[in-house]
T-cell receptor, first 116, second 115 residues
Framework: DGGITQSPKYLFRKEGQNVTLSCEQN?????MYWYRQDPGQGLRLIYY???????QKGDIAEGYSVSREKKESFPLTVTSAQKNPTAFYLC???????????????FGDGTRLSIL | AQKVTQAQTEISVVEKEDVTLDCVYE???????LFWYKQPPSGELVFLIR??????QNEISGRYSWNFQKSTSSFNFTITASQVVDSAVYFC????????????FGTGTRLKVLA
């Protein structure tokens, strides 16, 4: 079955350390997204990519970085510059958005990141 | 500005009761899409429904129904005869085509269905 796989499910970070969250999809979707979820704040967009080798900052990109070298992969790095990284991170993918169309996003199971 | 408001933070109902989750949106764009997602305790968001701004027909899918009213900028979600398995956080989201195709999510409503 096609889907989105996020790993690991739980991740712990030490102060000053960079960590990378994995997101892989086999849905043949062009677009991929990273969201951060905090209690009571819903989902906030970190980065998104509509096509390979291209990505855009979302609403809260500071302290994060991404790459999109392959269609099926969109890893997110939480850098030491992100001062409050403890959150639940969700990756999503969709067919490419475009004028006259809209596509629902499909989500992974999430990664819960905590600071040691 | 675009915004989605889910004023109900948490709702508790007893099994078999009907429950309505409210969603109010703001946008100046004339073409937009509204979505509802369910987030069970396992964490992933599950797509429930998509509605475009030109289609105000209400929709029913089993125990779920959606009421879209442009006049009040609302897209409410009703669960009939609720079940314990309906317990989850439900998100309403907006995307407009005049923007950059980014979803705007509401803050979610946590529904607890008690046996």
């Amino acid at each position: 079955d096609g889907g989105i796989t996020q790993s690991p499910k739980y991740l712990f970070r030490k102060e000053g350390q960079n960590v990378t969250l994995s997101c892989e999809q086999n849905l043949n979707h062009d677009a991929m997204y990273w969201y951060r979820q905090d209690p009571g704040q819903g989902l906030r967009l970190i980065y998104y990519s509509q096509i390979v080798n291209d990505f855009q900052k979302g609403d809260i990109a500071e302290g994060y970085s991404v790459s999109r070298e392959k269609k099926e992969s969109f890893p997110l790095t939480v850098t030491s510059a992100q001062k409050n990284p403890t959150a639940f991170y969700l990756c999503a993918s969709s067919k490419r958005q475009g004028a006259g169309s809209n596509q629902p996003q499909h989500f992974g199971d999430g990664t819960r990141l905590s600071i040691l | 500005a675009q915004k989605v408001t889910q004023a109900q933070t948490e709702i508790s109902v007893v099994e078999k009761e009907d429950v309505t989750l409210d969603c109010v949106y703001e946008t100046r764009d004339t073409t937009y899409y509204l979505f509802w997602y369910k987030q069970p305790p396992s964490g992933e968001l599950v797509f429930l429904i998509r509605r475009n701004s030109f289609d105000e027909q209400n929709e029913i899918s089993g125990r779920y129904s959606w009421n879209f009213q442009k006049s009040t900028s609302s897209f409410n979600f009703t669960i009939t005869a609720s079940q314990v398995v309906d317990s989850a956080v439900y998100f309403c989201a907006l995307i407009t085509l005049a923007g950059t195709y980014k979803y705007i999510f509401g803050t979610g409503t946590r529904l607890k269905v008690l046996a």
